[in-house]
């Protein structure tokens, strides 16, 4: 099993993550803006769908072969269509520039050391043309740290329609001692059939980096964007320092 590999959970993933508080958020930047939109670590299309549903010519990249294909199903299944490519956004090479880039649910924080995040900065600007915007979402680490405290916890129980039986989510995040800013999250998900009885137990293991203000926005400007806005959640209040998100609006500097 990979760090950061959801393949064991790729089946699984639209049952646990149903959220949809960021779609509107996308939608409404995307339309501000004119041309291609990439949007990257895209998993199973959770926010894609709605923006190519909303008329946004959108290319895709995730790493995981599992979660493109859940999507490519979805796409299927619902006529749309959009390029959807497996690479690492560290590696990104697509050859063509866009109007917008988006990483949506604070997936860049998987980006867990500075080279690497830097790299991946440098790619996505070389990948956006003159004046492009890429909108980045992390989570605010002074709020997201409360958790991360070793304590086996109970996430939420979801129902699984197709058997009658529920889903439940047990998450435990530690620090990792070598890098207290390097958060390792192990999520146990345990299938029960409608008795109650337990037929399926699988885990993942994620690491994300809790990346400060500050450190984020150094990191944005030496990879070449400047900062357009810093939203604390996605009714676009200002960030401050009890605000949930740091969702940074940047534009590539000339
Ligand atoms: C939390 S999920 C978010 C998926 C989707 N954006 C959403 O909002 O539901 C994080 C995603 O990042 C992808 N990922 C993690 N590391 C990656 C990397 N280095 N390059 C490309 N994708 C990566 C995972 O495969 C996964 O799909």
Redesign the pocket.
């Known amino acids: 099993m990979g760090i950061?590999?959801?393949a064991a959970v790729a089946d699984l993933?639209d049952i646990y993550?149903p959220?949809t508080f960021?779609i509107d958020f996308f939608i409404t930047e995307t339309k501000k803006i004119s041309g291609d939109v990439l949007?990257?670590?895209?998993?199973?299309?959770?926010?894609?769908i709605p923006l190519i549903e909303a008329g946004v010519n959108l290319t895709c990249?995730?790493?995981?072969a599992e979660?493109n294909a859940v999507f490519a199903k979805k796409l299927e299944d619902l006529g749309l269509k959009a390029e959807i490519h497996q690479?690492?956004?560290?590696?990104?090479e697509l050859g063509r520039q866009f109007a917008m880039a988006i990483?949506?649910?604070?997936?860049f924080s998987?980006?867990t050391s500075p080279v690497?995040q830097r790299k991946?900065l440098e790619r996505i600007r070389q990948h956006l043309r003159p004046g492009g915007i890429f909108i980045c979402t992390l989570t605010n680490p002074k709020v997201r740290q409360k958790t991360v405290d070793g304590q086996l916890r109970l996430l939420r129980i979801y129902p699984l329609p197709e058997t009658g039986g529920e889903l439940l989510l047990w998450i435990v995040e530690n620090r990792v001692p070598e890098d207290a800013r390097i958060v390792e999250a192990l999520q146990f998900y345990e299938e029960y059939d409608s008795r109650g009885v337990l037929f399926s137990k699988r885990y993942i293991e994620?690491y994300y980096r809790f990346t400060q203000r500050d450190e984020f926005e150094a990191l944005a400007r030496a990879a070449g964007f400047r900062v357009n806005a810093l939203y604390g959640d996605y009714s676009r209040i200002s960030f401050n320092e009890d605000s949930p998100f740091m969702i940074w609006v940047l534009e590539k500097a000339d």
């Open positions: 950061n590999d959801y993933y993550v959220a960021d949007e990257l670590m895209s998993g199973t299309g959770r926010v894609s990249v995730d790493k995981s979660l690479m690492d956004v560290r590696e990104l990483i949506p649910f604070n997936s998987h980006i690497d991946t994620l």
